[in-house]
């Protein structure tokens, strides 16, 4: 009984077309691909969850760690608008000791976020490097496949180099997305320090928040591989790239 399969766009194949389809497909195999096509398929699934889940996994826990960062700038950010909302014109001397805490922690908060972000990037700084490479080369290749294939008119491999594509794009998305949002929140607590009446305070006050003054014109960016900083600009210049390219 022929094993039949749905495809969007209400295309209908029986078996022989599905493993045409497979064979162009998958890479080569030193077997008989007609005679085990059914084994080499489940070989290929089993490989695409378990490395699909790794690239996941791995992914995943990275964002969860940078927005683990992200959540240590608003705590800065909440504790000096905290420190600051009282009327420090008049305030008492038991009341100036608790700002004085307050912002002391805001800047140690602060200083721990960013050394924490950075280290994450500076730590895994090789990995990062050889990633980027094997992405480049990954990119580049699957570009000047599809560039092939819409000279051949070869459906099967055009929707493989597609995903592929479309994969290293959405990590690469992803990947700028969390060093964006973490400049961003630093600058957050920056602005947070210079809409509060700061100015007002007393000059053992004013000293402290000098700190985060100071440390807030620096900008922190998140550099890939020790080369690339992570910003929506990089995106926006990659995708300038591709369609110079596209042209």
């Known amino acids: 009984m022929p094993i039949v399969a749905y495809i969007p766009g209400n295309i ?7 493993q045409h389809v497979v064979q162009n497909m998958m890479p080569a195999y030193f077997v008989n691909e007609k005679q085990y096509w059914h084994i080499i398929l489940l070989h290929l699934i089993l490989v695409g969850i378990i490395g699909g889940s790794a690239v996941v996994a791995t992914g995943m826990m990275l964002v969860g760690y940078f927005e683990h960062a992200c959540g240590m700038f608003k705590i800065a ?3 000096i608008k905290k420190a600051l909302m009282t009327n420090v014109k008049s305030v008492k001397l038991k009341d100036e000791i608790i700002i004085h ?3 002391i922690l805001a800047i140690d908060i602060h200083r721990k976020a960013i050394k924490f ?3 994450m990037f500076s730590n895994f700084q090789g990995s990062h490097f050889w990633l980027l490479i094997v992405g480049v080369v990954c990119l580049s290749l699957n570009l000047y496949g599809i560039s092939e294939t819409m000279l051949t008119n070869d459906v099967e ?3 493989t180099h597609f995903v ?4 290293t794009f959405v990590y690469f998305f992803i990947a700028n997305y969390i060093g964006q949002k973490v400049t961003n929140h630093n600058e957050h607590v920056f ?3 210079y809409n509060v009446r700061w100015y007002v305070a007393s000059l053992h006050v004013q000293k402290l928040i000098l700190f985060l003054l100071q440390r807030g014109t620096k900008t922190v960016y998140l550099y890939l591989g020790g080369i690339f900083m992570l910003s929506f600009e990089l995106l926006a210049t990659v995708k300038i790239y591709i369609l110079y390219y596209d042209v």
């Open 77 to 79: 950010s909440y504790r």
């Open 12 to 18: 209908f194949i029986n078996e022989a077309r599905l």
């Open 117 to 119: 972000s950075q280290y």
């Open 164 to 167: 592929f594509i479309s994969a």
């Open 191 to 193: 602005f947070t320090v």
């Open 157 to 159: 491999q055009f929707i």
């Open 101 to 103: 805490k307050e912002i």
